[in-house]
């Protein structure tokens, strides 16, 4: 049994690190991952199996995106993948950057590619001190669909006719049609693909009940008519499955005894209102954006906010993507290059990659079991969790980074020397 195993790590053990994909990004979060591994990953583990891939823009253009293609590949392979945050480029990064083409968001891409069920998004905590919110608040953002994956086009006076042809063969019918009497408008069609909003359901209902806290149903519905089937499949695996064990542990006190709907305006007050936290939200993909930056700011920083994908394999595998919940950080990048101190938080990302080891650790172990593999996810959790006291500790004791500690706080660099320290003792 696992209390028999040796679980501990130390320095130079060179423990063989289960296989992940790790998807490099650029800016100022490549930087810093690059120095967290040296200083924090290295030293305790051989990552050979680790399969990287490089998707800045100039990796993407010189493959003509193969790099991509490849990187999703490898992520339903391995089922385990960790990413840094990457740039999609805008119209001027194009032309600076001196690009072929506008490269589509690569995330877009993994989230259809993994057949991506849902982003988790989670506040992140640290025992003793106090950031935003003071208990957990969750985020079910769906992965899939809504004004992301958009076709549209400028266009002038005229008929728009939007036409569903069904696959068996039925007739054809009009969806929508509609006059266009100005000289300039812009046209979008979208849809928001339902199948797999139960499976959504199971996973936001079950992580709330693990964390006690309430869930809530994020829509627009009263106006946008068509995401009532969000919520009716949301209700609808509520009531069968969860109703009665959050009854029983007292957890729908705070929503009038049932699952409670939201307008997602009145969802932004309420985040800014319920500091308490002790809640979580699913809404779908373009409110789940803008929610989880709310919630971002709310709780002191982007750099305290957890995003995980979860797709599933043709197979039926499940398939976690780790990632940071902020972008690439460019305003540090450029303090940066200009010879300035930083000083980036870097709890996202760490957590994006214990997260990413964890689950490599666990399919390994899944995969091929044996004593060996078993031993190497103790290890792997025993000094993730270290890692994780040890960065929590480096803020407790007043070495934070600014977003947090203000101006006295640590620079990028102090901070990973410092956690590195801690490590070693
Ligand atoms: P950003 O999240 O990088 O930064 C927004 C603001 O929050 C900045 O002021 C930044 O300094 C601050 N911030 C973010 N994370 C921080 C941290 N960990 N510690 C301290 N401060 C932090 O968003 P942006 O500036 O809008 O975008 C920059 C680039 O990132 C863009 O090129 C965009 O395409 C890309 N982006 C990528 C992803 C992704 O890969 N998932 C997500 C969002 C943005």
């Excluded at 078993?374 to 290890?379: D, Q």
Aim: hydrophobic share 35%; aromatic share 10%.
């Amino acid at each position: 049994t696992s209390t028999e195993i040796d679980d501990s790590v130390t320095l130079g053990e060179g423990i063989k690190a289960p296989p992940m994909v790790y998807i490099a990004g650029e800016e100022m979060t490549h930087y810093t991952s690059n120095l967290i591994v040296d200083q924090w990953i290295k030293p305790y583990f051989n990552v050979d199996a680790w399969e990287h891939f490089d998707l800045s823009c100039k990796a993407r253009d010189d493959s003509d995106d193969k790099v991509l293609h490849d990187a999703v590949e490898a992520g339903s392979r391995i089922g385990a993948i960790f990413k840094e945050p990457t740039i999609t480029p805008s119209t001027l990064q194009v032309k600076e950057m001196g690009l072929s083409k506008a490269f589509g968001s690569p995330n877009g891409a993994m989230r259809r590619g993994w057949n991506g069920i849902t982003i988790s998004r989670d506040t992140i905590h640290i025992e003793g001190i106090e950031l935003g919110y003071k208990n957990p608040v969750f985020f079910e953002r769906h992965a899939v669909g809504g004004e992301y994956g958009a076709g549209w086009n400028e266009v002038g006076q005229g008929t728009l006719l939007t036409t569903y042809l069904p696959d068996d063969g039925a007739s054809p019918f009009v969806v929508d049609k509609r006059d266009l009497t100005d000289d300039h408008n812009v046209v979008v069609v979208y849809h928001n693909p339902y199948d797999n909003v139960a499976e959504l359901a199971h996973l936001f209902f079950k992580r709330c009940l693990d964390a006690e806290i309430t869930p809530y149903v994020v829509t627009k519905k009263t106006v946008f008519k068509w995401q009532e089937g969000f919520w009716e499949t949301m209700k609808s695996i509520f009531d069968e499955h969860y109703k009665a064990d959050f009854e029983k542990a007292g957890l729908l006190e705070r929503s009038g005894g049932d699952l409670q709907h939201l307008i997602s305006d009145a969802a932004t007050m309420q985040l800014i209102r319920w500091t308490d936290g002790g809640f979580g939200m699913a809404a779908h993909n373009y409110d789940g954006d803008m929610l989880t930056d709310q919630i971002a700011q709310v709780h002191r920083s982007p750099g305290f906010i957890t995003s995980n994908l979860v797709g599933r394999r043709d197979d039926g595998t499940l398939i976690k993507e780790f990632e940071a919940s902020h972008g690439t950080v460019s305003d540090l990048w450029h303090d940066h290059l200009a010879g300035k101190e930083t000083s980036l938080n870097p709890l996202g990302l760490v957590e994006a990659m214990i997260g990413a080891m964890q689950h490599a650790a666990t399919l390994q172990a899944e995969n091929n079991p044996s004593d060996e593999s078993e031993i190497v996810k103790a290890k792997v959790f025993n000094y993730t969790e270290t890692l994780r006291t040890a960065m929590h500790n480096t803020f407790r004791y007043g070495q934070g980074t600014r977003d947090m500690s203000g101006p006295s706080g640590f620079t990028t660099e102090d901070y990973i020397a410092k956690v590195a320290w801690r490590l070693q003792r």
